[in-house]
């Protein structure tokens, strides 16, 4: 017979259920080409979530609440969201998973709000957070077989200058990168 989960288990079960369906659910309905397009950063488990979480948590960034917060266009949420990439030492299974909801959040903005709100709170972030979150969102284009890569990259710079202006370098004084 199972026991009940005590109310932390609870939560702590509904947080990653959140947070696991949101990556799946948008990584899988906005541009997703393949499998392998759909998680750029790797293959994410409850786990993972639950040790960003524990990750987040010690640099005082709730990940659960913080994220129903950015999903509701609050512009102080996704500021904090941007800043715990700095959190990151080393491109690690945590910042991997990092990764993964920053690509999510990105494709969910860009569907939603439109581009605009994101690179707006972006735009406000010191020098080095909008290094780190432009390094993780360009690094899935590192990820396209070489043949496309070049072409994707162009096009990518073309469409989203704001995000990825012309002097923008990928890991340029990035030690994660």
């Known amino acids: 017979m199972e026991m009940a989960k005590s109310g932390g288990e609870n939560r702590r079960w509904a947080m990653t259920s959140f947070v696991l369906s949101t990556i799946l659910a948008l990584s899988l309905s906005v541009q997703a080409q393949s499998a392998k397009d759909a998680t ?15 990750f987040g948590r010690t ?9 129903a917060r950015i999903y509701k266009k609050d512009e102080e949420a996704l500021g ?3 800043g715990l990439s700095l959190g990151f030492k080393r491109f690690d299974k945590n910042a991997r998973t990092y990764g ?4 999510s959040c990105w494709l969910r903005f860009g569907e939603t ?5 994101y690179l707006k709170v972006l735009d406000r972030q010191p020098e080095d957070v909008q290094q780190r979150v432009r390094d993780f969102l360009y690094y899935p ?6 043949d496309k890569r070049k072409e994707n990259q162009e096009e990518i710079r073309k469409m989203y200058p704001r995000l990825f202006p012309s002097d923008f370098q990928f890991g340029h ?5």
């Open 80 to 82: 904090r969201l941007f």
């Open 141 to 146: 284009l590192l990820r396209m077989p070489k």
């Open 59 to 67: 640099r005082g960034f709730d990940l659960q609440p913080e994220m």
């Open 40 to 54: 750029p950063f790797g293959p994410i488990g409850e786990v993972d979530v639950d040790q960003l979480m524990k």
């Open 100 to 103: 993964q909801i920053m690509y």
């Open 173 to 177: 004084n990035d030690p994660i990168f």
């Open 113 to 117: 709000y439109g581009v605009d709100l």
